[in-house]
């Protein structure tokens, strides 16, 4: 080979090497002293087999891997990858294309893959860190969920108090900062739909702090009415918030139910209650106040009273239902739509209402992700 060429070849970032039908090594290119720290000469005959591998067995091991290749290779030879190790002992991983000559030579060009492998390696380990982080994630989670569900009251127990009632809840992650609440006190109901900041673990960190504060102020305390109920909540979280330092709070609708002299009394803070009678839709609007934000502020949350008669059918809800995004133009479903949907289904048992509002919600959403925590409570009384 004249100058020109061998110095063309040093200067590569290839390999050539061809090897004899016998796997003795004919030749390597003068680029093997600048990538591998070997003179060619040193690697002619067997030397490629032995001094670039970490031992002799090794490299028998893969000149006879590579023979046997060769000859079942019916003339297409497979692209592989190897790793040899320089004279300094470093490793260099090479990917190698072959292809047999006439006279069965097999021409090898080596490609040094070294920084590639060397950043395929590093982003398997990070994958496998965040594998790893995501898996005792999801534990805690998990675990999160069981803590949230142990102190939930159970659905199902709401019907014991009045028969015909349900609770739809849906979290839109494994926890839900949307939070159902019922106590039975004496002659009277309480109930209550809460709606926490955000959703997922935060949103349930809140709810848990929401059911301490309804339990210790309705189940603990003789406040007399829902108003004065969420002052007592209002003045408590924003305490507790403002100690930590947090903006957060929540939305809330509170109703009592006494069924001796037959009322029901609401308050709401952003959560409205919808009482529908004889087909009519009746809204009765929630303050404008959040439960713990805002310090400093004066609140007034209203209190409303309404005698019930048998047959009224009384709503509670957080806004994941009508804020949820979907049909044709990936719209929200609406608070319109949403009380529309409640009057459509009138003649239906509060069990067979919670499987229409499930079922409409799905059919609305479709393919798109839910967009928040969803809770509906219905009681007929």
Same mark, same amino acid.
């Given at each position: 080979?004249?100058?020109?060429?061998?110095?063309?070849?040093?200067?590569?970032?290839?390999?050539?090497?061809?090897?004899?039908?016998?796997?003795?090594?004919?030749? %390597? +290119?003068?680029?093997?002293?600048?990538?591998?720290?070997?003179? /060619?000469? @040193? $690697? *002619?005959?067997?030397?490629?087999? !032995? #001094?670039?591998?970490?031992?002799?067995?090794?490299?028998?091991?893969?000149?006879?891997?590579?023979?046997?290749?060769?000859?079942?290779?019916?003339?297409?030879?497979?692209?592989?990858?190897?790793?040899?190790?320089?004279?300094?002992?470093?490793?260099?991983?090479?990917?190698?294309?072959?292809?047999?000559?006439?006279?069965?030579?097999? %021409? +090898?060009?080596?490609?040094?893959?070294?920084?590639?492998?060397? /950043?395929? @390696? $590093? *982003?398997?380990?990070?994958?496998? !860190? #965040?594998?790893?982080?995501?898996?005792?994630?999801?534990?805690?989670?998990?675990?999160?969920?069981?803590?949230?569900?142990?102190?939930?009251?159970?659905?199902?127990?709401?019907?014991?108090?009045?028969?015909?009632?349900?609770?739809?809840?849906?979290?839109?992650?494994?926890?839900?900062?949307?939070?159902?609440?019922?106590?039975?006190?004496?002659?009277?109901?309480?109930?209550?739909?809460?709606?926490?900041?955000?959703?997922?673990?935060?949103?349930?960190?809140?709810?848990?702090?929401?059911?301490?504060?309804?339990?210790?102020?309705?189940?603990?305390?003789?406040?007399?009415?829902?108003?004065?109920?969420?002052?007592?909540?209002?003045?408590?979280?924003?305490?507790?918030?403002?100690?930590?330092?947090?903006?957060?709070?929540?939305?809330?609708?509170?109703?009592?139910?006494?069924?001796?002299?037959?009322?029901?009394?609401?308050?709401?803070?952003?959560?409205?209650?919808?009482?529908?009678?004889?087909?009519?839709?009746?809204?009765?609007?929630?303050?404008?106040?959040?439960?713990?934000?805002?310090?400093?502020?004066?609140?007034?949350?209203?209190?409303?009273?309404?005698?019930?008669?048998?047959?009224?059918?009384?709503?509670?809800?957080?806004?994941?239902?009508?804020?949820?995004?979907?049909?044709?133009?990936?719209?929200?479903?609406?608070?319109?739509?949403?009380?529309?949907?409640?009057?459509?289904?009138?003649?239906?048992?509060?069990?067979?209402?919670?499987?229409?509002?499930?079922?409409?919600?799905?059919?609305?959403?479709?393919?798109?992700?839910?967009?928040?925590?969803?809770?509906?409570?219905?009681?007929?009384?």
């Amino acid at each position: 080979m004249n100058f020109i060429g061998e110095a063309i070849l040093q200067h590569l970032n290839t390999l050539i090497v061809v090897i004899s039908p016998q796997g003795e090594i004919n030749y %390597v +290119s003068p680029s093997v002293q600048r990538l591998l720290g070997y003179h /060619a000469s @040193q $690697l *002619l005959g067997n030397g490629w087999w !032995e #001094l670039p591998r970490e031992s002799a067995a090794e490299g028998l091991a893969i000149k006879n891997q590579v023979l046997e290749a060769t000859k079942k290779s019916k003339g297409h030879i497979p692209i592989f990858e190897r790793y040899v190790t320089t004279a300094q002992g470093a490793k260099k991983y090479i990917v190698w294309n072959s292809h047999l000559t006439e006279n069965g030579n097999l %021409v +090898s060009i080596g490609y040094d893959i070294s920084d590639r492998k060397q /950043a395929e @390696q $590093l *982003l398997n380990e990070k994958v496998k !860190e #965040l594998q790893k982080k995501n898996a005792e994630m999801s534990e805690s989670i998990a675990y999160a969920k069981r803590i949230q569900q142990s102190i939930l009251v159970h659905p199902e127990g709401l019907n014991k108090e009045v028969a015909d009632s349900f609770i739809l809840y849906r979290p839109k992650d494994v926890v839900s900062g949307d939070l159902y609440w019922y106590y039975k006190k004496g002659n009277k109901l309480y109930v209550a739909a809460v709606d926490c900041t955000g959703h997922g673990v935060p949103g349930a960190l809140m709810s848990v702090m929401a059911y301490g504060l309804l339990r210790n102020n309705i189940a603990k305390r003789n406040l007399n009415n829902p108003a004065q109920i969420l002052y007592a909540l209002d003045e408590e979280l924003q305490a507790e918030l403002l100690t930590q330092g947090t903006a957060d709070g929540m939305d809330i609708a509170l109703i009592e139910i006494d069924f001796e002299t037959q009322k029901v009394q609401y308050a709401g803070a952003f959560r409205p209650l919808i009482l529908i009678r004889n087909g009519q839709l009746i809204e009765f609007k929630a303050s404008k106040f959040p439960i713990g934000l805002y310090g400093g502020v004066e609140k007034q949350f209203d209190l409303h009273e309404f005698n019930w008669l048998p047959g009224d059918a009384l709503y509670l809800f957080s806004d994941g239902y009508a804020d949820q995004f979907g049909g044709e133009r990936n719209k929200k479903f609406n608070r319109k739509n949403f009380y529309e949907t409640l009057l459509s289904i009138q003649d239906m048992t509060m069990e067979e209402q919670a499987s229409f509002l499930e079922y409409t919600h799905n059919n609305w959403k479709q393919n798109e992700t839910q967009t928040d925590d969803i809770l509906v409570m219905g009681i007929k009384l």
